[in-house]
């Protein structure tokens, strides 16, 4: 369906999102892609991709086609030799990028609107295909390299006006505060808990207020072959008051038209999962001292509701709630905090954001014209 819209419509160029792995998902019918991308190698999928990064690094590399150059980020170096190996059977090569400080903006390093090493890698993997492919369309050919570079102003505008609903997202609604991360891997949940300590340690100074008065939920669920235990161990460490476990179903009658529906995953497997993520929870909570309540909801609403009901009666000076392990469940907490998914109305900052990177470009050029 996407393939025919994108068709139907005539686009200029499209993006296409491997869905699982590479060698064997659909998207792969592909056959002359100007350019392709890998980003940091993760155990996720397992069942299906191999309980190893050098497997799964095999499957990734499935998306390699001759004569389209492929650029990656650092990976293990175990999956570098695979991804070298795949490149040269594809008949193509394999481009290692930069880090993103490498580039130069003005004379200052591009600053990221997102949080997270992982996001400035995936930041220069973006940078180094859009040159690649806006050089390969203004003249039918390119040669693929990977040096970093400095940066049009546009394109340090859009890193740094990048936004990415339910990663490293801050929802606040009084003196509650949501922290959404869609994290379902060891590798991002890691990330998730530095990112947690930051911010929480940041709004509890604001509060101003003793420990006591300040709620600490966490909200979590893991779905498909993940290890829940291996995946809440990276959350362990932080003092929870609650850590309630739950589905990704919004609401007991959920349309099926509705946008976060599932059609792929019954009831009954969602609540065995449910389930196993409980017992996995409590085994770790047996290896530590019990710091934590723990609860269990089928829906999404019962949490929100419960939340709501601290809010109101609780009389804490702060709530702040981790919500993460599933995309799927922070888009279907999401739903229920902001039914209309709009984002905030920014257009104002943002001229004033797009108009200062803009002088300082023309101040460049004007004081350095031949500056590469």
């Not at 591009?110 to 492919?133: F, M």
């Not at 806006?134 to 936004?163: M, N, Q, T, V």
């Not at 609401?251 to 792929?264: G, H, L, M, W, Y």
Request: aromatic letters at 10%; glycine letters at 6%; one cysteine or more.
């Amino acid at each position: 369906m996407a393939f025919y819209v994108f068709l139907k419509e005539e686009v200029n160029v499209a993006v296409i999102e491997v869905g699982i792995g590479g060698q064997f998902d659909c998207t792969n019918v592909i056959r002359q892609p100007v350019v392709c991308g890998i980003t940091s190698l993760g155990l996720d999928h397992t069942s299906i991709l191999g309980d190893t990064v050098e497997k799964i690094a095999w499957h990734k590399a499935g998306i390699m086609k001759p004569g389209a150059p492929a650029f990656t980020v650092v990976q293990p170096e175990s999956a570098v030799d695979i991804l070298q190996d795949r490149a040269f059977e594809r008949e193509t090569e394999v481009h290692f990028v930069p880090p993103l400080e490498a580039y130069r903006w003005f004379p200052y390093p591009p600053h990221l609107g997102l949080y997270g090493e992982v996001q400035k890698l995936n930041a220069s993997l973006a940078l180094q295909l859009t040159r690649y492919w806006l050089k390969w369309h203004s003249s039918g050919s390119a040669i693929a390299g990977c040096e970093p570079f400095r940066l049009p102003w546009k394109s340090a505008l859009g890193l740094r006006a990048a936004k990415w609903p339910g990663r490293c997202q801050t929802v606040r609604k009084g003196n509650l505060f949501y922290l959404l991360d869609g994290a379902h891997t060891v590798e991002s949940l890691t990330e998730c808990s530095i990112w947690f300590s930051k911010t929480s340690k940041i709004l509890t100074e604001s509060a101003d207020a003793l420990r006591e008065k300040i709620l600490k939920v966490l909200v979590f669920n893991a779905t498909g072959d993940r290890s829940p235990k291996l995946l809440l161990s990276c959350l362990v460490e932080h003092d929870w008051d609650y850590v309630i476990l739950t589905t990704n179903v919004l609401v007991p009658d959920q349309s099926s038209s509705s946008d976060i529906t599932n059609f792929q995953v019954s009831r009954e497997s969602q609540l065995r999962r449910l389930e196993q993520n409980k017992v996995a929870w409590m085994e770790l909570q047996n290896t530590e001292p019990a710091k934590s309540s723990t609860l269990v909801f089928e829906y999404i609403s019962d949490v929100l509701s419960w939340i709501s009901e601290k809010e109101r009666n609780g009389h804490f000076e702060q709530i702040q709630v981790l919500v993460t392990g599933s995309l799927h469940l922070v888009g279907g907490l999401l739903s229920g905090i902001q039914p209309d998914i709009t984002e905030e109305d920014e257009s104002g900052s943002f001229k004033i954001l797009k108009s200062h990177y803009k002088h300082l470009w023309d101040l460049r050029e004007n004081s350095s014209p031949g500056t590469p």
